[in-house]
């Protein structure tokens, strides 16, 4: 199977962002498939490849590896005002409704009209079956159906954001330009129930984002604990802060649990925090004057996240009810104890549940302080991996599963013509 694949993020870009579409990427082409994966260079300046370049390196590329058409974009004045910090508010909202009135509402088709020049070529050189994207911005998913359009065939969407808000204007008017999509991955409940409604009639298959299980099951992030937990009880909190009232509260229930419980068994609290929120989570810590001891760190390495993963003994984040927390799979899998602060959603403790994870969800002080208790008392002498999580959520097997439904599509397509 031949399969275009388009996502904004560069593989290199260090967000969450870029690792969906690249690790499918990859394992579709590990499976079998010739794969071309169509990004955004990892900067904006820089030379375009020439079409011919293009040509000659889609006859010679070795298929066990996707091939990555990383296009810089076209400079645009209008883009460039609308994205500049200092641009007045008033003045940046009608230019981005320009854009939705004249331009289907594509605000990165400075990237997007560079892409479609290469597509005469990909088509003269690579006989693709199927392209799929994902709703990074709108105009990845013009991209699918447009190329889709010059191929004649079907095309997935890829639903990993809440469609209504993100697209604020013409919401409904937009999805029906993807009404001939042959299908949508959709990557948890929460979004079937928040996205799907707005693309009525296309078929959904539900795909989590995966883990890299030989990473996971490597030696170095399954040592002995047990003495590191005598001594020291170790909070580590990953993902968005999301609300600073909600973040103050957690923080003050674990200073407050820290001075009553470990202070009395001559222990010390250790905290941890791991995401895109580092500098608001310096600030706030700084504002409460809390003094336990504490690291810091911004977007970090699967093997230096899975490292401090390995030193923790309860994985935190705030929760909300506004997205679905991914993260939580990637915790569960390494067998760890996981505190949710003020929400968690019945898909996430469902989720949980089935994998034979601990999850606590916290809704107070008094919670956190008795989920706390009960994760001192449990005997942690290992840390082993969770081969549930392992089994249901490698990126192996659910590049599997997605190949099966590309190939069902793919069918259905040309049965029907």
Known sequence: MN???????????PHISA???????????????????????????GENKPYSVVVEELKQHDWQEPYLLAVAPNKSQLLSFIRKANTPVLLRRIAILYCFLFKQGRLFYDWSEKVESY????KRTFPANISWGTFGNIDTLFLVRNVARQYNIPYILDIKD????????FTYSLAKKFKGAAGI??????????SLPWFRGIPYYLLYSGLDANEIKKPQYSGNRAEKSREIFTIMMVGSIYDNCQFKDLLQAIDRWSYDTLRKNNQQLFFIYAGADAERVRVILDKLNIKFNRSI?????????????QTSNVIS?????????????????????VLAYSYESSESVGLADSCQGKLF?????????????????????EQEVNTIVLDRFSWSTLSKDLESFFRNLILDKATNK
């Open 185 to 194: 991955t959709i990557n948890s409940m929460f979004q079937v129930e928040h």
């Open 119 to 122: 597509f005469p070529y990909l």
């Open 162 to 169: 809440p469609w209504q808000r993100f697209v604020k204007v």
């Open 317 to 337: 984040y705030i929760g909300s009810p506004n997205t679905f927390h991914h993260k939580l799979i990637e915790i569960l899998a390494f067998g760890l104890p």
């Open 361 to 381: 969800v916290c809704y107070n002080e008094h919670e956190v302080q008795e989920a706390l208790n009960e994760v001192r008392a449990l005997q942690q002498p």
């Open 19 to 45: 690792k969906r579409m690249s690790y499918f990427a990859q394992h579709l082409a590990m499976q079998g498939n010739r794969v071309v994966l169509i990004t955004k260079t990892l900067r904006d300046e």
């Open 297 to 309: 760190y911004d977007f970090l390495s699967y093997t230096d996240l899975f490292m401090l993963y």
């Open 3 to 13: 399969i275009i694949i388009f996502n904004y993020s560069h593989p290199d870009f």
